[in-house]
């Protein structure tokens, strides 16, 4: 299937880091995504990892990728309370329609001063 | 650069009034175009995706359709709103092959009272 798992919440103090998890059921995913949404916006695309790495680091951003668990975490390095958002796991797979996207539900990132 | 665009940003229907949506993307050609809905529980649901003029595929059983008379174009539409239409509605575009990113509009807030 094409079930992606999120936990729903995650509070963290503004300077710490921050750990978003995810986890996917599908072996045959091609890339993996984290997708930020600020209140009453849209979603924008932070960054993503093809399935075949375990590693991407773009700035305070770092994925690491555990394809033996399928499971996919975000680290924000220096969390700001600007950071505060719903980030969204999605993952596309290998012969699906194509630019089909699997979403997870969203973790609620609340970053306190 | 590529802009996508929605219409309206807010939307306050009575149940039983029809429903047009739309959205469109500049600076890209033969986009594949998507159409979301995020209601309370914050997942995100694909409704409808297009990967061509004409032609709409939709994920879900519903009162709502889908159009795409132009390129660049793609219209959310119902003949009679129900209660349960009400949510975030996001309209997403990607292009070709590979990585699959989508890239999203600002959103639709429909509430059918």
């Known amino acids: 299937g094409e079930d992606v798992e999120q936990s729903l919440f995650l509070s963290v103090r503004e300077g710490d880091s921050s750990v978003i998890n995810c986890t996917y059921t599908?072996?045959?995913?091609?890339?993996l995504y984290w997708y930020k949404q600020e209140p009453g916006a849209g979603l924008q695309l932070l960054t993503y990892?093809?399935?075949?790495?375990d590693m991407k680091q773009d700035q305070r951003l770092t994925v690491l990728l555990n394809k033996k668990d399928k499971h996919l975490s975000l680290r924000i390095a220096d969390t700001q309370t600007g950071d505060s958002a719903i980030y969204f796991c999605?993952?596309?797979?290998?012969?699906?329609?194509?630019?089909?996207?699997?979403f997870g539900r969203g973790t609620q990132l609340t970053v306190w001063p | 650069s590529q802009t996508i665009h929605q219409w309206p940003a807010t939307l306050v229907q009575p149940v039983g009034s029809p429903l047009s949506l739309e959205c469109t993307v500049e600076?890209?050609?033969?986009?594949?175009l998507y159409w979301y809905r995020q209601a309370a529980g914050r997942g995100l649901q694909l409704l409808f995706y297009?990967?061509?003029?004409?032609?709409i595929s939709s994920e879900v059983p519903q009162n709502l359709s889908a159009s795409r008379p132009q390129d660049r174009q793609f219209i959310l539409s119902s003949k009679k709103l129900l209660l349960s239409d009400s949510g975030f509605y996001l309209c997403?575009?990607?292009?070709?092959?590979?990585?699959?990113?989508?890239?999203f509009g600002p959103g639709t807030r429909l509430t059918v009272t």
């Open positions: 997403a575009w990607s292009i070709g092959q590979g990585i699959y990113e989508q890239y």
């Open positions: 599908d072996s045959s995913s091609t890339y």
């Open positions: 990892i093809f399935s075949n790495m």
């Open positions: 999605a993952e596309s797979i290998r012969g699906s329609t194509l630019g089909r996207l699997y």
């Open positions: 600076g890209t050609s033969n986009p594949n």
């Open positions: 297009s990967v061509g003029i004409g032609q």
